[in-house]
């Protein structure tokens, strides 16, 4: 027997494993990826926050000037800006509260200014954050500025920047913002609950019926996601508009407003809701179905206890992703919102319209609020869920009815009349030459070239735009989420990782585009030399869609037994080729559906990036919104339906080369 003691040895203490060549490189994988999405998402979102916070004042207490005799002598007395302004009243407290960029005239102080007078000026701040500008020359301090009359005018004073929450204050005491919180959550909540109702009964339909064309209907049912929001805006417009086709369907009510925001927020969300509940239906237990009819249960019954309960996280993960995609939209309610203000809306026109980067980031962070609550809600949820299938569970498969069987086949029949109805209203509202008199087709709505909004260069950025998106965010998430699932040990770091790549889904692309222009639009940031160019439209639309890539990644990379690691490791395999050779070949599926999901969301998306296209970069999305706004809705149309014609080939395509690529690289699922 050995005389080896064992009292000398670590009790109750972890032998950490050494790390090797591969883990270090794994881990500064995740460690570059990490910084990525801290540059492109969470320091965006510090700069955004910070702006908001940001007040800008005029304070005319740490202002002085002085003023010669017409011989150009000094020495009289020292005027305060305060003093000639409460002399004069010639601001008022409303004006001395402004933006970053406001300037206040200082010859205003002095009503008998002339720039022809022969008299000198001097001025000076009584502080060193207190500045003003002389023509394009930034001045501050107690020494004496001296000029002349003529310069003396272009002399304007600059405010004082404090941090508080004023902003947040005046934004809630203005009563038309506040009701922009109201109409979003209003409009939210109906269209959740209309859209999970039919995309209820339409995945109802799918997976509980044998009737004819589901795969006509499932293919008609996915079509708005190949479009951008506003076109459904469009088609509304020409249905039931001032000059609609079916304007007296309407009797007497307006689709400018609440009714045109909850139709189209309908037929755009749908399919998302509709994918979700076909997935939650789609893994009921028969046995259950089985025992209900041997309980001699009715159908409502067994509706009621065996099918809702089975698919309720479905319908609350459907109901909270609707509800997301609608109060931060900002296309549709643009194109047929009215004067019906809603939260996504209101940044637009506190960015564009009135050049108020402080009370349009206020505005971004309220309405991060509602979208990062259900985000949450919806995650809380799915943490709840529990496995409906188990080893010993029986796949559903529906009996024949043939009174069900056309009652399914006549509800999924409306819903995609009204998809395809859309569609083909838009489709022809791009053909026909002046509506509604004259009706003749016509191609001169596609001469993009000839109206506002970029014209063909648009459409062919857009196409550049997705082909890149597709290709980096493809490598850039499907590295990331490898190195995270794969690498050993590293805890900590994964898990902020992991709450870095959940964090896009609960931003609106509205607020991620204002968070990028506050951020790299800082000329101190030495990434300010990407702002308006290709790749920060490419890093914001990566980043925007990156969680759903991820997820997708994820769940692909799950179903890989950590056994191919260790027979790797084994065998002295660097990663590297464990990743090229297996895990890549494996998860080539999972590879396609994210680089065609960045794609088609890379032509649609408008929020993201209305904010930061420059002339040379113009969208085609973004195109439609600006033809729409100057009166160009026929080829507004036309560019929407050339987004949805590409995303159409891009799918064919897509599933062309998918079909023979899968046949070559998944033979092994099939053995």
């Known amino acids: 027997m050995s005389d080896i ?78 003093a000639l302004n409460d002399r004069e009243k010639i601001y008022s407290s409303e004006d001395l509260i402004t933006g970053s960029d406001g300037r206040l005239d200082v010859t205003k102080f002095f009503p008998d200014f002339s720039f022809r007078s022969p008299v000198h000026y001097k001025v000076r701040s009584l502080s060193a954050t207190a500045f003003y500008l002389s023509g394009s ?94 076109l459904p805006g469009i088609a509304l417009v020409y249905l039931f508009g001032n000059q609609g086709m079916l304007k007296p369907l309407m009797m007497g009510e307006s689709i400018y407003g609440p009714y045109g925001i909850v139709a189209g927020s309908v037929f755009f969300t749908f399919p998302h809701a509709m994918l979700i509940i076909t997935t939650a239906l789609a893994i009921s237990d028969a046995r259950l179905y089985e025992a209900a009819v041997t309980l001699r249960a009715s159908r409502w019954r067994t509706f009621w206890t065996v099918t809702i309960p089975g698919a309720r996280y479905g319908l609350f993960s459907a109901a909270f992703v609707v509800f997301n995609l609608v109060i931060t939209d900002f296309g549709l309610p643009k194109v047929i919102g009215g004067q019906y203000n809603m939260l996504a809306v209101d940044i637009y026109k506190q960015v564009i319209g009135q050049q108020n980067f402080e009370m349009g980031a206020v505005v971004s962070v309220v309405l991060l609020i509602p979208a990062m609550f259900a985000f949450t809600i919806d995650r809380i949820i799915q943490r709840k869920q529990v496995a409906l299938l188990s080893a010993r569970s029986v796949v559903f498969e529906p009996n024949a009815n043939p009174r069900f069987d056309w009652l399914c086949f006549a509800y999924c029949s409306l819903i995609a009349v009204f998809i395809a109805g ?23 709505n596609y001469a993009f070239d000839l109206m506002d909004g970029g014209g063909w260069n648009a459409y062919r950025n857009s196409i550049k735009l997705a082909l890149l998106t597709a290709f980096f ?75 759903v890539s991820h997820l997708t990644a994820v769940t692909a990379l799950k179903q890989m037994d950590n056994e191919f690691e260790s027979v790797s490791a084994s065998l002295k395999q660097p990663f590297y080729k464990l990743f090229a050779r297996v895990s890549v070949p494996v ?21 993201a990036v209305v904010f930061l296209y420059s002339t040379g970069t113009a969208l085609a999305s973004v195109a439609v919104l600006n033809m729409d706004d100057a009166g160009d809705v026929a080829p507004a149309a036309a560019m929407g339906m050339m987004i949805f014609y590409t995303n159409v080939i891009a799918r064919t395509i897509h599933a062309v080369l998918s079909k023979g690529l899968l046949r070559s690289t998944q033979a092994w699922r099939s053995r």
């Open 422 to 444: 859309i569609l083909l209203v838009c489709q022809y509202a791009a053909l026909i030459k002046f509506w509604p008199y004259d009706l003749s087709l016509s191609l001169k």
């Open 473 to 547: 965010g493809t490598i850039i998430v499907f590295t990331g989420a490898y190195m995270v699932e794969k690498t050993n040990g590293f805890k900590t770091g994964r898990t902020l990782f992991q709450f870095l790549a959940m964090l896009p889904m609960a931003i609106p692309g509205m607020v991620l585009g204002l968070a990028y222009i506050f951020f790299f639009n800082n000329p101190g940031n030495p990434l300010h030399v990407i702002y308006g160019t290709m790749a920060i439209l490419v890093l914001c639309t990566v980043t925007h869609f990156y969680t």
């Open 587 to 607: 998860c080539l599926p999972a590879i396609l559906d994210i680089s065609i999901y960045l794609f088609v969301n890379a032509m649609t998306t408008v929020s």
């Open 137 to 230: 020359e930034r001045r501050s301090g107690p020494e004496w500025f001296e000029v002349d009359s003529n310069q003396f005018r272009k002399i304007v004073l600059r405010p004082v920047a404090a941090f508080g929450f004023d902003n947040f204050k005046r934004y809630f005491a203005t009563p038309s913002l506040v009701r922009s919180i109201t109409n979003s959550l209003l409009i939210s909540t109906i269209s959740t609950v209309i859209t999970v109702i039919l995309a209820f009964g339409f995945a109802y339909s799918l997976s509980r019926s044998c009737m004819r064309f589901k795969s006509v209907f499932r293919l008609l049912a996915m079509a708005p996601i190949l479009v951008p929001s506003l």
């Open 5 to 82: 003691s064992y009292s000398a040895m670590p009790q109750g203490e972890d032998i950490k494993p050494k790390l090797g060549t591969d883990d270090w490189v794994m881990r500064g994988f995740i460690a570059v990826i990490a910084i990525y999405l801290i540059i492109a998402l969470a320091l965006p979102l510090y700069a955004m926050l910070s702006k908001s916070m940001a007040t800008y004042q005029f304070d005319l207490t740490q202002y002085e000037f002085q003023v010669s005799d017409e011989a150009g002598n000094f020495g009289g007395e020292v005027f305060s800006a305060k």
